[in-house]
């Protein structure tokens, strides 16, 4: 199948690039960025902005899926860009119809999962992340009320260590989740699988290793 991959440069973008072609499947990808990967025939390479409406509109041409996995890195500061990107995909999706489903990665602590961390990971969100999750916020907030098929992707603390495909999926909140951390490989895997074959439609999934 066709998979778009937004914001493809890096972490776990990167990472999903890697993951669908193992899966042999065919991939674009829009980032700004060059991205750090052997030619591959299946791959092809879009440099752009997911913010720029035809940039955005090019990269879901031929897509029968779409995974969005936005980052601004280590940076802690406020940011618009999760925000920017939802607004313009909500107005591409009612201009173009597109039914194909998107598999948006945010993370754990993002909308209503906050309230559902820890004493001190709650302080580290107040403090450290709180601008950069807001945004992300705002972003699930556009995407699940508008009319696009769509999954919020919700990984705990993010590791770079090998693929496992052992991590645990839960598609509601509740006391005692305890989200921890998740390699950023089984986080690609998740979400190529949910383009494959998306289960999740329409659900906040949390995702952890431990």
Known sequence: MNITII???????????????????NVTTLSRSEIALPSNPNLT??????TNKADLIK?????????????TGKSMKATSLYSDFGKLLVEVQKETNTQIPFIVLTGFGAG??????GFFMKLFFKFLLKDVYDDKTKMEEMITNSKMKWEIVRPGILK??????????????FNG?????????DVADFMVKQAENPTELYKYVSLSNT
């Open 112 to 117: 209503e999962s906050g309230k559902y961390n």
């Open 7 to 25: 914001g493809a440069s890096a972490g776990v973008g990167l990472e999903t690039v890697k993951r669908a072609l193992d899966r042999n499947h």
């Open 45 to 50: 390479m879009q440099k752009g902005s997911a």
């Open 177 to 185: 989740i305890n989200i921890g951390s998740i390699n950023r490989a």
């Open 160 to 173: 770079d260590k090998p693929l496992t495909e052992k991590y645990r999926v839960e598609n509601k909140l």
């Open 59 to 71: 990269s879901l041409e031929k897509a029968d899926a779409v995974v969005v996995a936005l980052g």
